[in-house]
């Protein structure tokens, strides 16, 4: 099952915004340092939690049930773990955990 990194990007693929591969880096290399977004990806693929779409040359990701089953099983615990490790994006991370 995905990491912590693997975590925030299911969370943000919650979101429409989040979903085609530019605005998913962008979020994750400049609010959680994560550069390695390929691997997440692939990971989170591998595990059969998100399906990746072309689009005009454009990737973009969607959850799957799977994907949305991990999240409402795990989302309490790790929340509290986001906000203990990025202190710093608090506001963020709440209100990502807002998502529809």
Do not use: C
């Amino acid at each position: 099952m995905p990491d912590l990194d693997g975590f925030i990007a299911l969370i943000l693929l919650k979101n429409d915004y989040f979903q085609d591969s530019y605005s998913l880096t962008k979020a994750l290399s400049w609010k959680f340092s994560i550069i390695t977004v390929s691997q997440v990806t692939e990971k989170l693929q591998n595990a059969g939690l998100i399906k990746s779409i072309i689009n005009n040359g454009i990737s973009r990701y969607e959850l799957t049930e799977s994907g949305l089953e991990y999240i409402q099983t795990n989302t309490g615990e790790i929340k509290q773990l986001l906000l203990q490790k990025y202190k710093n994006e608090q506001p963020f991370i709440e209100s990502i955990f807002n998502f529809p």
